[in-house]
T-cell receptor
C-alpha cells in the first residue's frame, strides 16, 4: 500500500536548523509531487511548500521563503524538508503528504506521513 | 490570516445532519479538498473535488460548492465523526495551497 514514513522527533535549540525526512513506498516515487504541512500545538494546518521528486523543482509559501529548503533523493525514494533559523514559534508537528490531481482540475493530499514533532527550546 | 475561512466550531446531535463551510475567493476557480483530523493523528482525506470520497470513507460524507463557498456535509453524524475538519484549495494566485483555519465538530 501507499505509505509515507517520516523521521523521528527532534529537539533543537533556537537558531539551529532541522532536516526531516519522508520516505515513500507503494507507488512510483517520481509520479507525484510532495507537500509539506506543519501544525503548531493546538493550531491549524499550515502549508509550507511542495517538491517535484522527478525534477526537483519546488514552490514555497511566502512565509517560509528563504528559510525552508525541500530536496529529494530518488535512489532512496525520500524527500527532505530543512528549516533554518529555528525559533520557538517553529515548534510543531511537520507532515509530508503526497499530491494527487486529475484533469478537473482538483488537487488532494493523500496519504499523509505520520508526522514529526520538532521542538525548539533552549 | 487564512485565505479560506471556516467557522471555528459546530455541534450536532447524534444522527443529525451537519454542514461545515469554507469560504474564499479562490474557491470560485478551484475545487476544495476536506480533511478530518482526530487528536494525535495525521489528517485524513474525506472529500475531494466536486464530491469524491476516497475508498473507506462512509457515504454519509459529501461535498458541494457554490460561488465562493464549499461545504462538507455529514448526513447522520456519528460519535466517530467528532474531529477537526480542514478545507484546502489553491490560493488566490493559483501558485500555492492554503488551508482553512479548521472547524471543530462536536457530536452531542
Amino acid at each position: 500500500q501507499v505509505q509515507l514514513v517520516q523521521s523521528g522527533a527532534e529537539v533543537k535549540k533556537p537558531g539551529a536548523s532541522v532536516k526531516v525526512s519522508c520516505t515513500a513506498s507503494g507507488y512510483t516515487f517520481t509520479s507525484h509531487w510532495m507537500h509539506w504541512v506543519r501544525q503548531a500545538p493546538g493550531q491549524g494546518l499550515e502549508w509550507m511548500g511542495i517538491i517535484n521528486p522527478s525534477g526537483g523543482s519546488t514552490g514555497y509559501a511566502q512565509k517560509f521563503q528563504g528559510r525552508v529548503t525541500l530536496t529529494r533523493d530518488t535512489s532512496t525514494r525520500t524527500v527532505y524538508m530543512e528549516l533554518s533559523s529555528l525559533g520557538s514559534e517553529d515548534t510543531a508537528v511537520y507532515y509530508c503528504a503526497r499530491d494527487n490531481s486529475d484533469s478537473t482540475p482538483v488537487w488532494w493530499f493523500d496519504p499523509w506521513g505520520q508526522g514529526t514533532l520538532i521542538t525548539v527550546s533552549s | 490570516s487564512s485565505e479560506l475561512t471556516q467557522d471555528p466550531a459546530v455541534s450536532a446531535a447524534l444522527g443529525q445532519t451537519v454542514r461545515i463551510t469554507c469560504q474564499g475567493d479562490s474557491l470560485r476557480n478551484y475545487y476544495t479538498s476536506w480533511y478530518q483530523q482526530k487528536p494525535g493523528q495525521a489528517p485524513l482525506l474525506v472529500i475531494y473535488g466536486k464530491n469524491n470520497r476516497p475508498s473507506g470513507i462512509p457515504d454519509r460524507f459529501s461535498g458541494s460548492s457554490s460561488g465562493n463557498t464549499a461545504s462538507l456535509t455529514i448526513t447522520g453524524a456519528q460519535a466517530a465523526d467528532e474531529a477537526d475538519y480542514y478545507c484546502n484549495s489553491r490560493d488566490s494566485s493559483g501558485n500555492h495551497w492554503v488551508f482553512g483555519g479548521g472547524t471543530k465538530l462536536t457530536v452531542l
